[in-house]
């Protein structure tokens, strides 16, 4: 098997709708689907070769995204040192940090049975290097919106819903 780094900045902001309970408000992902970016190819190679109607005949096309020979990772967050890149996963709930103890984290699979600090689970997306934990979030920015009346080309009376999403400038990294 092979595999290919790619690297996104994004260059504006950047919606990846999620579900949210609050029907006004849109949410977005902190991170870059695989499947968005496999979608994305494969729609670059029908309008490249020409086959919107018969991509499903096209040997290459089936073979790659139907059958599944071509797979992306979802894209996180790294981290810029200078100009070097470093990667990030998301830091899983059993790594958690002590309450009041910024410096300071365990993971719980490994406690033995008589572990009893109280401890909080640490978000967004890290990586180890020996003993140290280096963690970044995604920066993202809240937007407000009102609804359009698309006959009149006016806003919709008292129809305001806000969005989230991905602050520009912010590189993502996957295979």
Partial sequence: MQAIRYRITTLSPLLIS?????????STLD???????????ANLYIRKKGIKNDAHRDET???WFLKGEIGFTNGYI???????????LPIPLS?????GEENTAYDLLLQNEDFDKQTTPISGYGRLSGNQLYKKNT??????????????GVSK???????????????????
């Fill in 31 to 41: 991170y870059i689907p695989g499947t968005h970016l496999r979608g994305l190819f």
């Fill in 95 to 99: 790594i958690q940090r002590e309450k």
């Fill in 139 to 152: 920066k993202k920015s809240l937007n407000f919106h009102h609804a359009r009346d698309k006959e009149r």
């Fill in 61 to 63: 096309f089936y073979r």
């Fill in 78 to 88: 790294v981290q810029k040192k200078g100009s070097d890149y470093k990667a990030l």
């Fill in 18 to 26: 999620s579900n949210t309970g609050d029907p006004n408000m849109v």
């Fill in 157 to 175: 009376e008292g129809q305001i819903f806000n969005y989230e999403s991905i602050q520009e400038g912010q590189v993502f990294e996957g295979y």
